[in-house]
């Protein structure tokens, strides 16, 4: 976690792991829904399969999403969820940007 | 069109995003259809038999072919819901199909009251309020925009064909039903262009 000079002085924490674009849109996508497959969040936030997969380990290792494998019909199928450790994180870091931008005069 | 970036809108664009297939509307237009060609042709226990065996095609349908497209999404118990009255939407048109064959039946009879008289004199735009009521009602449930237009679709063509009298209950349904039916498959026929099938798993599980 970084800490960042707020525009009134204070300083606010911002979740890293959170705030990085692809991260913040997959955690997003994850937080409006109980689960998802990986192809649902390729084609909801529009990123490649690389891409989705390297952020979602970062999450994974950062204890925001749990990943579950399981076989549909002998296939291989991968779900995404957010953890409630996530889900916190994810509403810390809601709260934190509102108040970094209700600051900001006019 | 602009849109709020917010997380209600991720949400709701993630929930529409499941309507996209058009197979809830091939399924209604299929509906209102075999009610229609039951009138017509007279076989009307076929009709019964056609949704019950519709709807779990469809969704088999939908499980082989939409989800290797848009993925597996669980939504939040509000959104599972909606699914649900969706679903029921489907089985109240069902069922007041069945009870508007069966009021035709009973009121053909002689004991009927008088206010029966006056339904049966107005019989398609009764019809046309159940059906329509059924399909607004259910597009507002499930936030589902689509049904609105077709209730109204529903309720309108019933009401035309009640004030023109070259028309009956039979021909309108059938119009109506095979008008939704191939605005599904013009969806259907998009969707499957504009998502082509993920071979994700398969290439997530080769990297390992």
């Given at each position: 976690m970084a800490r960042r000079q707020g525009a009134d002085g204070d300083l606010i924490e911002i979740d890293r792991v959170i705030h990085e674009p692809a991260r913040l849109l997959i955690t997003a996508h994850l937080y409006v829904v109980e689960s998802a497959d990986y192809v649902f969040l390729m084609q909801n936030t529009g990123l490649t399969w690389g891409n989705l997969s390297s952020h979602l380990s970062k999450l994974e290792a950062a204890g925001y999403v749990e990943i579950t494998k399981d076989f549909i019909e002998r296939k291989p199928h991968t779900m995404v969820k957010l953890t409630s450790e996530g889900r916190r994180a994810f509403d810390a870091y809601r709260r934190q940007m509102k108040a970094l931008f209700d600051d900001l005069p006019g | 069109m602009e849109t709020r970036p917010g997380l209600r809108e991720i949400e709701r664009k993630a929930w529409l995003r499941t309507f996209e297939h058009g197979l809830w509307d091939i399924a209604i237009g299929l509906v209102?259809?075999?009610?229609?060609?039951?009138?017509?042709?007279?076989?009307?226990?076929?009709?019964?038999?056609?949704?019950?065996?519709?709807?779990?095609?469809?969704?088999?349908?939908?499980?082989?072919?939409?989800?290797?497209?848009?993925?597996?999404?669980?939504?939040?118990?509000?959104?599972?819901?909606?699914?649900?009255?969706?679903?029921?939407?489907?089985?109240?048109?069902?069922?007041?199909?069945?009870?508007?064959?069966?009021?035709?039946a009973w009121s053909t009879r002689g004991a009927a009251p008088e206010w029966v008289g006056w339904i049966r004199s107005h019989f398609l735009i009764v019809i046309g309020l159940i059906w329509g009521g059924a399909l607004v009602a259910g597009g507002w449930a499930?936030?589902?925009?689509?049904?609105?237009?077709?209730?109204?679709?529903?309720?309108?063509?019933?009401?035309?064909?009640?004030?023109?009298?070259?028309?009956?209950?039979?021909?309108?349904?059938?119009?109506?039903?095979?008008?939704?039916?191939?605005?599904?498959?013009?969806?259907?026929?998009?969707?499957?262009?504009?998502?082509p099938r993920q071979p994700i798993e398969e290439i997530g599980e080769a990297d390992g």
């Open positions: - | 209102l259809l075999s009610f229609g060609a039951a009138i017509l042709s007279g076989f009307y226990w076929l009709s019964p038999i056609w949704v019950a065996a519709l709807i779990p095609s469809m969704r088999d349908l939908a499980r082989r072919l939409i989800v290797p497209r848009i993925g597996h999404v669980t939504f939040m118990k509000r959104r599972q819901r909606s699914t649900a009255r969706i679903s029921l939407v489907l089985f109240v048109l069902a069922l007041a199909g069945g009870g508007v064959f069966l009021f035709t499930a936030d589902f925009p689509r049904l609105h237009a077709y209730g109204a679709l529903v309720f309108l063509t019933l009401l035309g064909s009640d004030l023109s009298a070259g028309y009956n209950l039979g021909h309108a349904l059938t119009a109506v039903g095979g008008l939704i039916t191939l605005i599904g498959v013009g969806l259907f026929v998009h969707f499957l262009k504009r998502y």
